[in-house]
């Protein structure tokens, strides 16, 4: 008002110039963040709004269950740890407004992948631990090697519990039946102490990002084991969600990237609300709505912790990778035209998956990295039969024609696998199968259990033996079962 009144020589024009500058919403009080043109809110209408479109999401979506465990996955970023701020503020809320689930927090520690040192690692988890228990949530650090240990078991998607909109009702009424509201804030806080990483496994870590040759798989990659750990994890907890802080503006870049790299059947799974590639374990993601710019007027006005962790492309060249190439070219095209972001996203929200219905639960339809459905039976005449076609014309005549890497060709490494039917059959037949049976899967052996963009991904890694455990001995369990159903195959009635 002070400045309303030194202005007075020029009142009407000031008027005019004040009123376009109050807030929209209460039409009292002047805006302080502009987020689109015509779109001014004060800092409490702001607050409202960004609260409201954060419960909104999770009410629209009704996926969340009351009394259910949810896994926050929290980076540090702005995105995820503006997330994590309005789950607080749910339990902060009347009764009748409360959250209703159950909270924790995991962050998945990347240093070792990205080559810092275990001090600069201890630094990062320390302020993160700072930042979780402020929450009063429990939490879990993870370091991302630990997805080399996981067992197998998370290879296969367990069968997931149809919900029908109307078991959301009978929970919503059980749950205020029973009255548990009042355990819902988590009382025990599961700090576990900072995890102890081995060297021999950093080692091994950084063996299988190293053997991936261009940055754009080893980005791949990385996401691929960060969401395999995240979901291990879910399931031991005893978690059946997986919250991620993936923002507006990331997932237009994540549809684009997606497209590029070869992913195109899975995009609804890779951006939609929510991802049930993993059966039991769901994945949502409530901040798809947020532009980035929200988030960070509201970080910036309520003063949200982040912490900044480096990424693999942090301080690489614009061209280094397509995930990175295409984040500056959404960002540079958002700056001059600011609906780019928006009408991206908004095409994502019209994606869907052509359900097929595979009733064999036989698990041997997934990809064995992004766990999508295989995406590699197609007529002769795409790009992926052109692909495999061009591959097989490049290969040196000596070599098996799906084999892509000559010394992994059991004929060329000298080793015995392999190579015993050649010599006596007999030993053959009493076993049941020659003994190639029981060789490490190789290259071909495990591209055979991806999808399109998996098996380019793979393809440029020089070697599949540094993948983690239970990849291999999932695609050696596959094998086994091919091999065996191949056996039986002339017993077998047509399907
Ligand atoms: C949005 O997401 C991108 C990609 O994860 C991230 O780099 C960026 O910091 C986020 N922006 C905000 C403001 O949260
Ligand atoms: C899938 O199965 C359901 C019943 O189990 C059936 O109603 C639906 O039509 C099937 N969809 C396709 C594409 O076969
Ligand atoms: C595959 O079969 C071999 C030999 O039959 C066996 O040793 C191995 O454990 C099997 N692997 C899996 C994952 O079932
Ligand atoms: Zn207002
Ligand atoms: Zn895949």
């Not at 990062?124 to 991302?144: C, N, Y």
């Not at 997931?160 to 205020?176: E, H, L, N, T």
């Not at 990237?257 to 195109?264: M, N």
Request: charged fraction near 25%; charge should be neutral.
């Amino acid at each position: 008002m002070c400045q309303v009144l030194e202005e007075y020589h020029e009142p009407l024009e000031q008027e005019l110039r004040s009123a376009s500058k109050k807030c929209v919403k209460c039409k009292e009080v002047l805006a302080v963040v502009v987020i689109r043109a015509g779109d001014k809110y004060c800092r409490d209408c702001f607050d409202q709004y960004f609260r409201h479109k954060f419960r909104a999401m999770l009410g629209k979506n009704r996926i969340i269950f009351p009394g259910e465990k949810v896994l926050l996955a929290v980076s540090g970023g702005p995105s995820s740890s503006s997330m994590l701020r309005q789950v607080q503020e749910g339990f902060s809320q009347s009764t009748h407004k409360k959250l209703r689930f159950m909270p924790g927090i995991v962050y998945v520690d990347e240093g070792g992948a990205l080559g810092q040192s275990a001090e600069e690692r201890r630094q990062t988890v320390a302020k993160m631990e700072d930042m979780f228990k402020a929450t009063g949530f429990p939490f879990h650090m993870l370091p991302l090697e630990q997805v080399l240990d996981i067992p197998s078991s998370v290879m296969v998607k367990a069968p997931s519990s149809p919900q029908a909109a109307s078991a959301y009702k009978a929970a919503v009424d059980r749950f205020i039946r029973n009255g548990v509201s009042s355990d819902v804030t988590p009382e025990e806080k599961v700090g576990t102490s900072p995890p102890y990483v081995l060297e021999s496994q950093t080692h091994s870590l950084r063996q299988l990002m190293d053997s991936a040759k261009t940055l754009t798989a080893r980005e791949d990659l990385m996401s691929m084991l960060r969401q395999q750990l995240l979901v291990h994890t879910a399931r031991c907890e005893g978690y059946s969600k997986v919250m991620l802080g993936h923002n507006c503006t990331r997932l237009a870049v994540q549809l684009l990237t997606s497209i590029s790299l070869g992913r195109g059947a899975h995009l609804a799974q890779d951006t939609a609300f929510s991802d049930s590639r993993y059966g039991d374990i769901i994945s949502v993601r409530p901040m798809r709505d947020y532009s980035a710019k929200e988030i960070a007027y509201y970080n910036h006005l309520f003063h949200v912790p982040c912490v900044f962790t480096p990424n693999l492309h942090t301080k690489a060249k614009e061209k280094s990778s397509i995930q990175h190439l295409t984040e500056s070219f959404v960002n540079k095209l958002q700056v001059d035209f600011p609906s780019t972001v928006s009408t991206i996203y908004r095409t994502s929200e019209k994606l869907q998956t052509a359900c097929k219905n595979s009733s064999s639960e036989d698990h041997c339809d997934k990809c064995l990295l992004c766990m999508c459905s295989l995406d590699t039976s197609v007529e002769m005449a795409s790009a992926f039969q052109a692909t495999l076609m061009s591959e097989r014309l490049s290969q040196p005549k000596s070599v098996g024609a799906n084999s892509l890497f000559p010394r992994e060709n059991p004929e060329w490494s000298g080793t015995p696998a392999g190579s015993c039917c050649k010599g006596t059959g007999q030993n053959c037949v009493e076993d049941g199968g020659c003994s190639s049976a029981f060789r490490l899967p190789d290259t071909a052996d495990v591209r055979r259990w991806l999808c399109y963009s998996c098996q380019l991904t793979v393809k440029d890694m020089s070697s599949v033996d540094v993948l983690p455990q239970c990849i291999l001995s999932e695609a050696q369990r596959r094998q086994n079962r091919s091999r065996m159903r191949e056996e039986i195959s002339d017993f077998l009635l047509d399907d």
